[in-house]
């Protein structure tokens, strides 16, 4: 895994927009502006650890990750729905799946 996603991934889950600090946000829109596309599904499947587990956007942070995990080469992934109790990760799949292309 290169090490612009390795360091995305190591932030952590995207805070709740409520309990956000400014120097954390700054943090994950600099590491996400570092990572072009995923090159591998490995570096699909981690950032999928990323979202915010009760579907919120922090400020569409999650939206730009979303964007990133579909150009992931052979996009959608099986192993996603392994993750499919995360609602950014449902979003995924169904918009997947509307364009034919489900896992």
């Known amino acids: 895994m290169?090490?612009?996603?390795?360091?995305?991934?190591?932030?952590?889950?995207?805070?709740?927009?409520e309990l956000a600090e400014v120097a954390h946000l700054q943090a994950f829109e600099s590491a996400l502006a570092q990572v072009e596309r995923p090159d591998t599904s490995e570096e699909a499947l981690a950032l999928l650890s990323i979202f915010p587990s009760d579907g919120s956007s922090c400020f569409g942070l999650?939206?730009?990750?979303?964007?990133?995990?579909e150009t992931a080469p052979g996009w959608p992934l099986a192993q996603a729905k392994l993750h499919s109790a995360n609602p950014w990760v449902r979003i995924l799949l169904q918009r997947a799946a509307s364009t034919?292309?489900?896992a």
């Open 2 to 17: 290169r090490v612009c996603v390795s360091q995305l991934v190591d932030l952590g889950p995207l805070p709740d927009e």
């Open 62 to 69: 999650a939206w730009s990750v979303l964007h990133l995990v």
């Open 100 to 102: 034919g292309s489900a």
